[in-house]
Nanobody, 115 residues
């Protein structure tokens, strides 16, 4: 059974940095795409960043230049380096992985940015 576990969230002040990790276990084939999503209270879940197995990335306009997604295929782990954090980045951050035709989500990690 594939499981995704996020870590690295926390409470920081505006302007600070955080690095989120998403570790996948139970994987027996390639994770073709991995993404980070976030959901703020009262808002819909939105894509933050996505990376393919080949390393192609795309970002939400709101995080371009501040966030960097990366992955270590050997460790089945994805990362989200977040810099210059803003209060509007406050949300629960979720990891998503596509394995074959199956879609998996982590349980989420809270990121809170104080002003």
């Amino acid at each position: 059974q594939v499981q995704l576990v996020e870590s690295g969230g926390g409470l920081v002040q505006a302007g600070a940095s955080l690095r989120l990790s998403c570790a996948a276990s139970g994987v027996t084939m390639c994770i073709s795409g991995m993404g980070w999503y976030r959901q703020a209270p009262g808002k819909e879940r939105e894509l933050v960043a996505h990376i393919t197995s080949g390393g192609t990335t795309n970002y939400a306009d709101s995080v371009k230049g501040r966030f960097t997604i990366s992955r270590d295929n050997a460790k089945n782990t994805a990362y989200l380096q977040m810099s210059s954090l803003k209060p509007e980045d406050t949300a629960v951050y979720y990891c998503r992985g596509l394995v074959g035709t199956n879609d998996y989500w982590g349980q989420g990690t809270q990121v809170t940015v104080s002003s």
